[in-house]
């Protein structure tokens, strides 16, 4: 058979191209004398109806085995985590440290409170980590903070004096940044 466009012959129907087996029409018999694989409306009803008991919900649907709930967050434990890592950043600068001690004590405090949450709303890794950072926070504040003390203790009053008497008169051009006399070797 022969297709050309002259219009003595015509085109083959729509969806058969010549007789092959996957180009059968829902239900025609196949042409090799097997079953039709497309016989009807599929089962559970017609399309668009609902689905019949015991079968999948059409897509889209509600119900059956989905997707698993979202996971539960523990606002509390967030906060005690971040408070905590702000805490633990501050803690090695001296008067900022002051700071960082208050905030560590309430990443100790939100974290408490979160793990006895955890049972309900989860996070109980979380609300543990702002408890850590919080007690590392707390103790390195501290210590810092004894430094600190200690070495502004250390200056009396008579050294104050003369370094301020030394920033307040002027210094003549190059001077303190050689040593006085000539170098030894």
Same mark, same amino acid.
């Given at each position: 058979?022969?297709h ?11 969806g ?6 996957w180009? #059968?029409?829902p239900?025609e018999p /196949?042409?090799?004398?097997g079953?039709?694989?497309a016989?009807?409306?599929p ?6 109806s609902s689905?019949a ?8 649907? /509600? ?7 979202a ?5 509390m434990? *967030?906060?005690?985590?971040? &408070?905590g ?10 008067? &900022? ?6 905030l560590?004590i309430?990443?100790? *405090?939100?974290?408490? #409170?979160? #793990?006895r949450?955890?049972?309900?709303a ?10 850590v950072?919080? &007690?590392?926070?707390? *103790?390195?504040?501290?210590? #810092?903070?004894? !430094?600190t003390?200690?070495?502004l203790?250390?200056v ?6 003369? *370094? ?9 051009? @190059?001077? @303190? !940044? ?6 030894t070797?």
């Amino acid at each position: 058979m022969s297709h050309d466009n002259t219009g003595s012959t015509p085109p083959p129907p729509p969806g058969r191209s010549g007789g092959e087996p996957w180009s #059968v029409q829902p239900g025609e018999p /196949a042409p090799t004398g097997g079953p039709s694989y497309a016989s009807g409306p599929p089962p559970g009803g017609s399309y668009g109806s609902s689905p019949a008991y015991g079968s999948s919900p059409a897509y889209g649907a /509600a119900g059956g085995y989905g997707q698993p709930p979202a996971p539960r967050s523990n606002g509390m434990a *967030i906060a005690a985590l971040v &408070v905590g890592i702000i805490a633990i950043l501050g803690c090695l600068i001296p008067f &900022v440290n002051i700071v960082s001690l208050v905030l560590g004590i309430v990443a100790i *405090i939100l974290g408490a #409170v979160a #793990v006895r949450r955890s049972a309900l709303a989860g996070g109980r890794g979380l609300g543990l980590a702002g408890i850590v950072l919080g &007690v590392l926070s707390v *103790i390195v504040s501290a210590v #810092v903070l004894g !430094l600190t003390v200690a070495a502004l203790g250390e200056v009396d009053q008579q050294e104050l004096d003369q *370094i301020m008497e030394q920033l307040e008169t002027p210094q003549p051009e @190059g001077a @303190g !940044l050689l040593p006085d006399g000539p170098p030894t070797r």
